[in-house]
């Protein structure tokens, strides 16, 4: 019957029995039937007979589940001198851990016959023994037990001798001689018997002996031993060819009836084969090694024999101790060679068993496992010990287990063995990706080519095989409104980062991303890291100048007035630059690299200030042009030009008839008629049109005369410019002031002049403007005398002798229209100088037309 508790196998015995002499695969028992098992459930679990090192006696099928002889099977050879014989094996069930210990039992059958360790026996009897006198037989051996052993003798053979068969004290039947009538030597000097020994087995068997008796003539004492028993013990270790005691027997007798013979009388196969008896000195000797584990006993039969036939019998009891010869035997009985390594503690993964052939305490086993490992030892039956797990295991600390077990004795010395479990621990996917920085930086160049690899990230994942793998991928995120994709990506297998297409430091300056570093587990592990990408500035862009604007698409160049009366370091204008790169390579420089006059004007090397660099000459031109390189710090270092006009003045007369004469080579002859037609046509438009303006303003302010008081009839001043220059530039024009005096009449000063200081304090020159029609929008929409008085000045440095003219008119006239009327003609003026038409051919006409409009403006104003 056996049984399986949580945790443990606890099994108890199947005992059957068969007899002996049953050929090789004989039916012994029905082990799936006893167990309770189906055949096919032993065959599944792996159940299988445990195998000792020893004969194999018994097989298990695992088809049938039936248990049977694996050879023939001989009791007296395998239970030798043994009343009951059981063999025992055990069967381990794999899939289940359990181990069930089956006891079978071999009966005897009458299979062998008494036997007489001599078939011949000689006997000494002296002629005067007397009738009674009894003569020890030698015992015949029966091997088979029970009713199947020596059950009787029997003699024939002679009247002068009977038999006595006498039970011992262990049970065993001692066959005697026994003298029924009185021998006469001289009748009869041999007498021939036979002794007969039978069994009680069905059918009966015999054994025969035959016993020659030998009549003497008459020695009437009989040796003497000094002991009739003899006791001794010895160690199982002791020396082949030691003396182990000395038999003593005398004999009162002289001369060949004392001279006294050793013999073994009773000695069973192995004690002769063991102990050799002396017969002269009576010294019993060891032939063969002592093995406690065999034999712990010996009993022997010692006899005294004088010359004359006379003899005493003595008993030799030889007790064998253990000693600790033998080391523990250790055998896994089952084991698991690899263990996952979420296993739960308690998880069984071996199933040892441990026997000591030494009795006592040099049979007492412990076992024990003496490493700093996590497994324990668990004692399931007598001789069983199972290796569980004492906790949870972590692959990635200990990957592979070499587990050794200890069987130790309690002898002294101890001896003891070992058995080494290999175990290798199955990896779970527990831990994550790790990077091997916490954060990535990395420093790409603009301009760089598309595929450029950017930097490699590495992640180490502590699991193993496809848990180990690590994938990487970005983590979504969009750079300027486009996906990161679009601008880097990183190679899956690698972690290699690419940049997809070329960076500008002046759109992109950094990009930050997250690359996801994953496993190949299930479920899958993973972990970020940060990545920052810093794109670092190369010279790509070359300086851009503000001011003065470039020549290119309306031929504006930089105009500026310089007194013929400047001191040396007076400011001339300021070149204004900026450059789009960063760092040293937007640091600007500036340099004069071509003057009409070269030691006449000097440049500020890091403000780009013009200045004089002496006070004028009269023999210096009045026209000067400056070409101003601007130059960044990069590497290679890039530059930009800026080309100035400076006209030597000391008057805005000087200042127009120096523009105009420049102005008039370059318009050619044969297009001036029709640019005068263009110029009348459009002042005229313009004047139709003013005129409907003129009388939609009037009535809106005769409508606001009505219904609000009049106002103070005083002249508003016109305030202070509220353009803002690019980049600083305003703080840079603000220094800018000219007080000139303008007259309608002519280009030469005049006592009466109105001096424009007084009206416009501190006018700042703003950029030119880019378009008339610009200008023309800005004076509608400001509708304020200070629009006018900006634009008062800036005709006159930037329009020529025409805006001067307009400067004229402005002053002439009064109110709001005046600001309008303004704005069309320092327009028109504007046109007349961008396009290069010469100065005198259009003047007077302008002249003419402009006189009318004013008369008509002055006249609208009277009503």
């Given at each position: 019957?056996?049984?399986?508790?949580?945790?443990?196998?606890?099994?108890?015995?199947?005992?059957?029995?068969?007899?002996?002499?049953?050929?090789?695969?004989?039916?012994?028992?029905?082990?799936?039937?006893?167990?309770?098992?189906?055949?096919?459930?032993?065959?599944?679990?792996g159940a299988r007979i445990l195998d000792r090192g020893r004969t194999r006696y018994f097989a298990l099928?695992?088809?049938?589940?039936?248990?049977?002889?694996?050879?023939?099977?001989?009791?007296?050879?395998?239970?030798?001198?043994?009343?009951?014989?059981?063999?025992?094996?055990?069967?381990?069930?794999?899939?289940?851990?359990?181990?069930?210990?089956?006891?079978?039992?071999?009966?005897?059958?009458?299979?062998?016959?008494?036997?007489?360790?001599?078939?011949?026996?000689?006997?000494?009897?002296?002629?005067?023994?007397?009738?009674?006198?009894?003569?020890?037989?030698?015992?015949?051996?029966?091997?088979?037990?029970?009713?199947?052993?020596?059950?009787?003798?029997?003699?024939?053979?002679?009247?002068?001798?009977?038999?006595?068969?006498?039970?011992?004290?262990?049970?065993?039947?001692?066959?005697?001689?026994?003298?029924?009538?009185?021998?006469?030597?001289?009748?009869?000097?041999?007498?021939?018997?036979?002794?007969?020994?039978?069994?009680?087995?069905?059918?009966?068997?015999?054994?025969?002996?035959?016993?020659?008796?030998?009549?003497?003539?008459?020695?009437?004492?009989?040796?003497?031993?000094?002991?009739?028993?003899?006791?001794?013990?010895?160690?199982?270790?002791?020396?082949?060819?030691?003396?182990?005691?000395?038999?003593?027997?005398?004999?009162?007798?002289?001369?060949?009836?004392?001279?006294?013979?050793?013999?073994?009388?009773?000695?069973?196969?192995?004690?002769?084969?063991?102990?050799?008896?002396?017969?002269?000195?009576?010294?019993?000797?060891?032939?063969?090694?002592?093995?406690?584990?065999?034999?712990?006993?010996?009993?022997?039969?010692?006899?005294?024999?004088?010359?004359?036939?006379?003899?005493?019998?003595?008993?030799?009891?030889?007790?064998?101790?253990?000693?600790?010869?033998?080391?523990?035997?250790?055998?896994?009985?089952?084991?698991?060679?690899?263990?996952?390594?979420?296993?739960?503690?308690?998880?069984?993964?071996?199933?040892?068993?441990?026997?000591?052939?030494?009795?006592?305490?040099?049979?007492?086993?412990?076992?024990?496992?003496?490493?700093?490992?996590?497994?324990?030892?668990?004692?399931?039956?007598?001789?069983?010990?199972?290796?569980?797990?004492?906790?949870?295991?972590?692959?990635?600390?200990?990957?592979?287990?070499?587990?050794?077990?200890?069987?130790?004795?309690?002898?002294?010395?101890?001896?003891?063995?070992?058995?080494?479990?290999?175990?290798?621990?199955?990896?779970?996917?527990?831990?994550?990706?790790?990077?091997?920085?916490?954060?990535?930086?990395?420093?790409?160049?603009?301009?760089?080519a598309e595929g450029a690899l950017v930097l490699t990230v590495r992640a180490w994942d502590a699991d193993?095989?496809?848990?180990?793998?690590?994938?990487?991928?970005?983590?979504?995120?969009?750079?300027?409104?486009?996906?990161?994709?679009?601008?880097?990506?990183?190679?899956?297998?690698?972690?290699?980062?690419?940049?997809?297409?070329?960076?500008?430091?002046?759109?992109?300056?950094?990009?930050?991303?997250?690359?996801?570093?994953?496993?190949?587990?299930?479920?899958?592990?993973?972990?970020?890291?940060?990545?920052?990408?810093?794109?670092?500035?190369?010279?790509?862009?070359?300086?851009?100048?503000?001011?003065?604007?470039?020549?290119?698409?309306?031929?504006?160049?930089?105009?500026?007035?310089?007194?013929?009366?400047?001191?040396?370091?007076?400011?001339?204008?300021?070149?204004?630059?900026?450059?789009?790169?960063?760092?040293?390579?937007?640091?600007?420089?500036?340099?004069?690299?071509?003057?009409?006059?070269?030691?006449?004007?000097?440049?500020?090397?890091?403000?780009?200030?013009?200045?004089?660099?002496?006070?004028?000459?009269?023999?210096?031109?009045?026209?000067?042009?400056?070409?101003?390189?601007?130059?960044?710090?990069?590497?290679?270092?890039?530059?930009?030009?800026?080309?100035?006009?400076?006209?030597?003045?000391?008057?805005?007369?000087?200042?127009?008839?120096?523009?105009?004469?420049?102005?008039?080579?370059?318009?050619?002859?044969?297009?001036?008629?029709?640019?005068?037609?263009?110029?009348?046509?459009?002042?005229?438009?313009?004047?139709?049109?003013?005129?409907?303006?003129?009388?939609?303003?009037?009535?809106?302010?005769?409508?606001?005369?009505?219904?609000?008081?009049?106002?103070?009839?005083?002249?508003?001043?016109?305030?202070?410019?509220?353009?803002?220059?690019?980049?600083?530039?305003?703080?840079?024009?603000?220094?800018?002031?000219?007080?000139?005096?303008?007259?309608?009449?002519?280009?030469?000063?005049?006592?009466?002049?109105?001096?424009?200081?007084?009206?416009?304090?501190?006018?700042?020159?703003?950029?030119?403007?880019?378009?008339?029609?610009?200008?023309?929008?800005?004076?509608?929409?400001?509708?304020?005398?200070?629009?006018?008085?900006?634009?008062?000045?800036?005709?006159?440095?930037?329009?020529?002798?025409?805006?001067?003219?307009?400067?004229?008119?402005?002053?002439?006239?009064?109110?709001?229209?005046?600001?309008?009327?303004?704005?069309?003609?320092?327009?028109?003026?504007?046109?007349?100088?961008?396009?290069?038409?010469?100065?005198?051919?259009?003047?007077?006409?302008?002249?003419?037309?402009?006189?009318?409009?004013?008369?008509?403006?002055?006249?609208?104003?009277?009503?």
């Amino acid at each position: 019957m056996c049984w399986w508790r949580r945790g443990k196998a606890a099994c108890g015995q199947l005992r059957y029995s068969v007899p002996e002499e049953l050929p090789k695969g004989s039916f012994v028992g029905d082990v799936a039937k006893d167990l309770a098992l189906q055949p096919a459930t032993l065959r599944d679990r792996g159940a299988r007979i445990l195998d000792r090192g020893r004969t194999r006696y018994f097989a298990l099928h695992v088809n049938s589940g039936h248990l049977v002889t694996a050879e023939r099977l001989d009791r007296e050879h395998l239970c030798r001198l043994v009343e009951r014989c059981v063999l025992h094996c055990e069967v381990i069930v794999e899939g289940e851990m359990k181990v069930y210990e089956i006891e079978v039992e071999i009966t005897d059958i009458n299979d062998n016959a008494p036997s007489f360790h001599s078939a011949e026996m000689e006997l000494t009897v002296n002629e005067m023994a007397a009738t009674g006198s009894r003569f020890p037989l030698s015992k015949a051996r029966d091997p088979d037990v029970g009713v199947n052993s020596l059950q009787s003798y029997e003699l024939s053979g002679d009247e002068h001798f009977s038999l006595s068969v006498q039970a011992g004290a262990d049970g065993e039947k001692r066959p005697e001689l026994v003298l029924a009538k009185a021998l006469d030597r001289e009748e009869a000097a041999f007498h021939d018997l036979v002794l007969r020994a039978s069994d009680g087995g069905e059918p009966a068997r015999t054994g025969t002996a035959r016993i020659r008796v030998s009549v003497l003539d008459a020695n009437d004492n009989a040796p003497v031993f000094s002991q009739a028993v003899y006791a001794v013990r010895v160690p199982e270790d002791v020396p082949v060819g030691s003396t182990l005691l000395t038999l003593t027997a005398t004999d009162v007798d002289e001369g060949f009836n004392a001279n006294v013979k050793y013999s073994l009388k009773t000695a069973t196969g192995i004690a002769s084969e063991t102990f050799h008896l002396d017969a002269e000195t009576g010294s019993i000797r060891l032939v063969r090694s002592l093995d406690f584990e065999e034999d712990d006993s010996y009993h022997l039969e010692a006899q005294a024999q004088d010359g004359g036939g006379l003899f005493d019998t003595s008993t030799i009891l030889i007790s064998v101790t253990d000693v600790n010869d033998n080391a523990p035997e250790l055998t896994v009985s089952s084991a698991l060679s690899e263990i996952s390594e979420d296993a739960p503690p308690g998880t069984v993964v071996a199933l040892l068993h441990v026997q000591d052939r030494d009795s006592g305490a040099n049979g007492e086993v412990r076992c024990s496992i003496v490493e700093s490992v996590p497994f324990r030892l668990e004692r399931e039956l007598d001789n069983y010990y199972s290796v569980v797990t004492a906790r949870e295991l972590d692959r990635e600390e200990v990957s592979e287990y070499n587990v050794t077990v200890w069987a130790s004795d309690g002898g002294s010395p101890s001896l003891r063995s070992s058995a080494v479990l290999a175990l290798r621990v199955l990896d779970v996917n527990d831990n994550a990706p790790v990077f091997a920085e916490a954060r990535y930086s990395a420093r790409l160049p603009e301009n760089n080519a598309e595929g450029a690899l950017v930097l490699t990230v590495r992640a180490w994942d502590a699991d193993w095989g496809q848990n180990a793998r690590v994938r990487y991928r970005l983590a979504e995120g969009r750079v300027r409104g486009t996906p990161l994709s679009s601008y880097v990506s990183v190679q899956a297998e690698t972690g290699a980062l690419y940049a997809l297409r070329s960076f500008d430091y002046e759109e992109v300056r950094e990009v930050g991303l997250w690359v996801r570093a994953e496993d190949g587990g299930a479920p899958a592990l993973s972990s970020n890291v940060s990545v920052r990408l810093l794109i670092v500035d190369e010279n790509d862009n070359a300086p851009q100048v503000l001011y003065p604007p470039s020549a290119a698409g309306a031929g504006w160049t930089g105009v500026e007035l310089a007194p013929r009366s400047a001191e040396p370091g007076a400011l001339v204008a300021k070149v204004v630059a900026v450059d789009a790169d960063a760092g040293q390579n937007a640091w600007l420089s500036y340099e004069l690299a071509k003057a009409t006059e070269p030691g006449l004007f000097r440049v500020g090397l890091h403000s780009g200030e013009v200045r004089t660099a002496r006070s004028p000459l009269a023999r210096d031109a009045p026209r000067h042009s400056l070409v101003v390189v601007v130059k960044d710090q990069g590497r290679p270092a890039l530059s930009a030009t800026a080309t100035l006009t400076v006209v030597l003045a000391e008057s805005v007369a000087e200042l127009l008839s120096e523009l105009g004469s420049a102005a008039a080579p370059a318009e050619p002859g044969g297009s001036l008629t029709r640019w005068l037609v263009l110029a009348v046509a459009a002042v005229s438009c313009l004047f139709v049109a003013f005129l409907l303006l003129l009388l939609a303003l009037r009535l809106r302010r005769w409508r606001r005369s009505q219904l609000l008081p009049p106002a103070s009839g005083a002249l508003r001043g016109v305030p202070a410019s509220h353009f803002v220059g690019i980049d600083g530039v305003r703080a840079f024009l603000h220094s800018y002031s000219h007080e000139v005096s303008l007259t309608a009449d002519s280009r030469s000063g005049h006592p009466d002049a109105l001096r424009l200081g007084a009206c416009f304090p501190s006018c700042s020159l703003p950029f030119p403007p880019r378009s008339p029609s610009r200008l023309w929008t800005l004076a509608a929409d400001e509708g304020t005398a200070s629009f006018g008085s900006e634009l008062c000045v800036f005709a006159l440095v930037s329009g020529g002798a025409s805006a001067g003219f307009a400067a004229s008119v402005t002053l002439f006239v009064g109110g709001r229209i005046r600001e309008v009327a303004f704005a069309c003609i320092s327009t028109l003026a504007r046109l007349i100088l961008v396009s290069h038409l010469p100065f005198v051919c259009l003047f007077c006409p302008l002249m003419f037309i402009t006189k009318v409009f004013l008369f008509f403006l002055h006249f609208s104003f009277l009503f």
